[in-house]
């Protein structure tokens, strides 16, 4: 399994981002995903999370209303839009894969560092 | 909604064996199955256990899970302690209205 992120970078408050996170060695449509961030010195934050086929979506209340999951199963690929981000948004955000029935994660990929600053 | 709480930090000797809990705040701890994950300074969080107990492939045996209904909390338990098992520890679980939920993470030193 690789998952391999990007579009991670500095921005702006009130600034936006799309990350993406492409996946191989595994069939990407048959499983779900999410985003997890890691704040600099703080623990893991679940963030969102998409089902298989993306007929359902969650969000943490944090960044509910203002990021928005989709998946690609054509490309393999999971995307995160950020709006109107935050300080506090700062992280390091990690692509995972859920390993059944969205129980959780079994692979992370190795992140990718969004700054928000002035 | 629930919350898994763990202790900020736990520390033992090489060779030791040390357990970190993780407390489920509401609803039974075994109604959905907990897992645990190791990150090392600068590295990705990688899988542990799942489903309360079972280790992922490639993990030693020296790694264990369990869960105690009576304290509603989940353990992770680290027989033969070495310097490389230093590193933070999370657990985590699920809910069907908000996907997963990850405990605050505990730093396990090895002195």
């Known amino acids: 399994v690789q998952l391999l992120e990007s579009g991670g970078g500095l921005v702006q408050p009130g600034g936006s981002l799309r990350l993406s996170c492409v996946a191989s060695?595994?069939?990407?449509?048959?499983?779900?995903m999410g985003w997890v961030r890691q704040a600099p010195g703080k623990g893991l934050e679940w963030v969102s999370g998409?089902?298989?086929?993306?007929?359902?979506?969650f969000y943490a209340d944090s960044v509910k209303g203002r990021f928005t999951i989709s998946r690609d199963d054509s490309k393999s690929t999971l995307y995160l839009q950020m709006n109107s981000l935050r300080v506090e948004d700062t992280a390091v955000y990690y692509c995972?894969?859920?390993?059944?029935?969205?129980?959780?994660?079994?692979?992370w990929g190795q992140g990718t560092l969004v700054t928000v600053s002035s | 909604n629930f919350m898994l709480t763990q202790p900020h930090s736990v520390s033992e000797s090489p060779g030791k064996t040390v357990t970190i809990s993780c407390t489920r705040s509401?609803?039974?701890?075994?109604?959905?199955?907990v897992q645990w994950y190791q990150q090392r300074p600068g590295s990705s969080p990688t899988t542990v256990i799942y489903?309360?107990?079972?280790?992922l492939f490639g993990v030693p045996d020296r790694f264990s899970g369990s869960i105690d209904t009576s304290s509603n909390s989940a353990s992770l338990t680290i027989s033969g302690l070495k310097t490389e098992d230093e590193a933070d520890y999370y657990c985590?679980?699920?809910?069907?209205?908000?996907?997963?939920?990850f405990g605050g993470g505990t730093k396990l030193t090895v002195l």
């Open positions: 985590q679980s699920f809910d069907s209205s908000t996907f997963w939920v």
């Open positions: 509401s609803g039974s701890i075994a109604s959905s199955y």
């Open positions: 998409i089902s298989i086929r993306g007929d359902r979506t």
């Open positions: 489903e309360h107990k079972q280790r």
């Open positions: 060695r595994f069939t990407f449509s048959d499983f779900a």
């Open positions: 995972a894969k859920d390993w059944f029935g969205e129980r959780g994660p079994d692979y």
